[in-house]
T-cell receptor, first 109, second 113 residues
Framework: DAKTTQPPSMDCAEGRAANLPCNHSTISGNEYVYWYRQIHSQGPQYIIH???NNETNEMASLIITEDRKSSTLILPHATLRDTAVYYCIVRVPGEKLTFGTGTRLTIIP | EPEVTQTPSHQVTQMGQEVILRCVPI?????FYWYRQILGQKVEFLVS????????KSEIFDDQFSVERPDGSNFTLKIRSTKLEDSAMYFCASNRGFTGELFFGEGSRLTVL
């Protein structure tokens, strides 16, 4: 009953922008889009979240389409330390986070 | 920057033994969680805890599991009689408010022999 669909893996050259897509065609009006990542076997790390407007913070930008059925996480200048599994999660605030299989992003030197 | 800390980082135990995993959430956080990740699998929700009681638990969180916040700072997960299939990485998480992002600890690796 996955609410999101992500490509299983992606590569990106170091220094380039990494654009990670996520489809969430059944998202409901009160669900937010959250992005977390997990570097190797470390604990998941929050990146960013949004409802319908584009969001930017010191780590990344989140672009949500107008119909909210898909989104893209952008890491503007990828470094080797950005190699990780990235999870796109739709969630009503307050509900538990449910992790899927995510996208394994590999940054290539 | 405040962080969630977990101990031990790695514990090896014999099947049938009791294990307690400890977590110190971020100090002004009110909501606490345990997740686990079996090697090569997804991160799975176990339990959430608020106001000194369990607010939600998954099917995994059966009678062998319990959680406690004994002293206002620690948040523990106890497994009464460990099984081989309990071998996993256990992550504690906390957040300040109902809608805030979760902050995860670095995890405790449990190996059951």
């Amino acid at each position: 009953d996955a609410k999101t669909t992500q490509p299983p893996s992606m590569d990106c050259a170091e220094g380039r922008a990494a654009n990670l897509p996520c489809n969430h065609s059944t998202i409901s009006g009160n669900e937010y889009v959250y992005w977390y990542r997990q570097i190797h076997s470390q604990g998941p790390q929050y990146i960013i979240h949004g409802l319908k407007n584009n969001e930017t913070n010191e780590m990344a930008s989140l672009i949500i389409t107008e119909d909210r059925k898909s989104s893209t996480l952008i890491l503007p200048h990828a470094t080797l330390r950005d190699t990780a599994v990235y999870y796109c999660i739709v969630r009503v605030p307050g509900e538990k986070l449910t992790f899927g299989t995510g996208t394994r992003l590999t940054i290539i030197p | 920057e405040p962080e969630v800390t977990q101990t031990p980082s790695h514990q090896v135990t014999q099947m049938g033994q009791e294990v307690i995993l400890r977590c110190v959430p971020i100090s002004n956080h009110l909501y606490f969680y345990w997740y686990r990740q079996i090697l090569g699998q997804k991160v799975e929700f176990l339990v959430s805890f608020y106001n000194n009681e369990i607010s939600e638990k998954s099917e995994i969180f059966d009678d062998q599991f319990s959680v406690e916040r004994p002293d206002g700072s620690n948040f523990t997960l106890k497994i009464r009689s460990t099984k081989l299939e309990d071998s996993a990485m256990y992550f504690c998480a906390s957040n300040r408010g109902f809608t805030g992002e979760l902050f995860f600890g670095e995890g405790s690796r449990l190996t059951v022999l």
